[in-house]
């Protein structure tokens, strides 16, 4: 018989305490010292930013619409467009004034964009985000003005969450949980003085447990290819 529960949690504290038994700096049972645990914590939330590299993961992604009545957008906490600000923008797409059509818009690279004429007063058709720290430009083209009815819908990944109190549970899926535990071994191991063959050992299992994870944090889909019209 099952046990019916398909959902399991570990705190902070917890994750810390593993990575430092997978370096055998403690021993089963023991706790670690207030101190260890918070060099542990900043670790973690080191691993959690770097993982942000990783990609596009499905949990992450988040929309946001809204109706573009000028030609740039500033986005993140606090500014014009207030939300958390995207790492990535995967999709953006137009739905006109009275239409239910959704109207995809290409997403192309701030270089590509600055190539662009200065055309006002038209439904995006084009979309570059240019992001900063903790805050970006979405960019809109043709710039649309203060006619515009078209709304437009961006599709984008937002940042984990870090780690805060000690009780907090991480922002990934269980299956990330080894990944997670064994880059912050690696990362707190110098700080223990791990020899260094050891800690090569260290990180190709890290990197195997994140390899494993990555594979199911990204959506089945088709890929296609087609010339891009702009430079013919």
């Keep these: ?3 019916g529960i398909a959902y399991y949690q570990l705190t902070r504290d917890q994750l810390t305490t593993s990575a430092m038994r997978k370096l055998g700096v403690i021993a089963q049972g023991q706790t670690p010292s207030a101190d260890d645990l918070t060099n542990a914590a900043m670790a973690l939330n080191m691993a959690v930013a770097e993982l942000r590299a990783l990609g596009m993961p499905l949990w992450k992604r988040t929309s946001y619409s809204w109706t573009p009545t000028t030609g740039q957008y500033s986005i993140g906490t606090g500014y014009t467009i207030n939300s958390t600000a995207p790492l990535r923008v995967y999709q953006a797409y137009r739905v006109d004034s009275g239409s ?4 995809p818009m290409d997403v192309i ?5 600055n190539r662009l004429p200065t055309t006002p007063g038209s439904p995006p ?3 570059n985000y240019d992001p900063k720290v903790n805050y970006g430009y979405i960019n809109l083209w043709p710039q649309p003005d203060s006619t ?3 709304s437009v819908t961006i599709v984008y990944q937002v940042p984990y969450d870090y780690f ?3 009780t907090d549970t991480m922002d990934f899926p269980e299956e990330w949980y080894n990944a997670i535990v064994y880059k912050t071994a690696v990362l707190i191991a110098p700080e223990w003085g791990i020899p260094l063959p050891d800690r090569q050992l260290l990180i190709k299992e ?3 447990y994140v390899d494993s994870a990555a594979t199911v944090s990204q959506e089945d889909g088709s890929i296609y290819f ?3 019209r702009d430079r013919w």
């Excluded at 239910?100 to 109207?103: C, D, E, L, W």
């Excluded at 690279?109 to 964009?113: A, F, Q, S, T, V």
């Design 100 to 103: 239910t059509a959704k109207i």
């Design 148 to 150: 515009n009815t078209a």
């Design 164 to 166: 805060n109190a000690s």
């Design 125 to 127: 058709i084009k979309l």
């Design 226 to 228: 087609q010339p891009e």
């Design 206 to 208: 890290m990197q195997m």
């Design 109 to 113: 690279g701030l270089e590509d964009y």
């Design 1 to 3: 018989m099952t046990s």
